[in-house]
C-alpha cells in the first residue's frame, strides 16, 4: 500500500510540474532504502535516459545496499524548447546532477528535508562571439530517511554572450 501510494504521490508531482510549463531533464525516485537509506546507499540503481524533449530521464534507486545514487557521467541531454544539448557540456551537466545530489543528501542528514540548488556551467561556445551557459537547478524533498523525489532541470542563459 505504501509502494502505491508513493507511485500515486510521484505521478502527482509530475503532472503537476507539468501543469506550470517547467519539465525538468531528470526525475530521481529514492525508495526502499531500509535501514540504509540515511547513507544514500541503494542496490538497485536504474538510469532510463531521454528519447525525446517531452519524457525527462529517470534516476530510481531503491533497495538497501552499498551503492550512491548517482547520474552516468556519459549521457545526452535534451532540452524541452532547444531539444539536443551538445556532446561536450553533457558529462558538466552530469557532474552539476550529481554534485547536486550529494548537496542534496548533506542537508537532508542535517535535518533539511526540502530545498534547491544551482549550478551554473559555461564553455566557449561555437564561435568566438562568447560562452554557451546552462542553468542546472534540482529542487528536492525527502523524507526523514532520506526517501523521496528530486527534480533536475536545465535551462539555458545568456549570462556570458559577449564579444571580446
Known amino acids: 500500500m505504501k509502494k502505491l501510494l508513493f507511485l500515486l504521490s510521484a505521478c502527482l508531482i509530475g503532472f503537476s510540474v507539468y501543469a506550470e510549463g517547467d519539465k525538468p531533464i531528470v526525475i530521481i525516485h529514492k525508495t526502499n532504502g531500509g535501514y ?28 538497501a545496499g552499498w551503492s550512491a545514487c548517482r547520474v552516468p557521467r556519459q549521457n545526452t541531454y535534451t532540452m524541452n524548447c532547444i531539444g539536443q544539448v551538445p556532446s561536450s557540456i553533457a558529462p558538466l551537466i552530469s557532474d552539476a546532477i550529481n554534485e547536486m545530489l550529494a548537496k542534496s543528501e548533506e542537508r537532508s542528514s542535517r535535518g533539511s528535508f526540502r530545498g534547491s540548488a544551482t549550478k551554473t556551467i559555461a ?13 542546472v537547478q534540482g529542487e528536492w524533498k525527502y523524507n526523514a530517511y532520506g526517501e523521496g523525489t528530486m527534480m533536475i532541470y536545465l535551462t539555458r542563459s545568456d549570462l556570458l554572450q559577449y564579444r571580446r
Open 36 to 63: 540504509w537509506a540515511w547513507l544514500n546507499l541503494y542496490n538497485d540503481i536504474l538510469y532510463t535516459p531521454s528519447l525525446d524533449e517531452n519524457t525527462p530521464a529517470t534516476l530510481d534507486c531503491s533497495g
Open 123 to 135: 564553455t566557449r561556445g561555437n564561435s568566438n562571439n562568447g560562452y554557451d551557459t546552462y542553468m
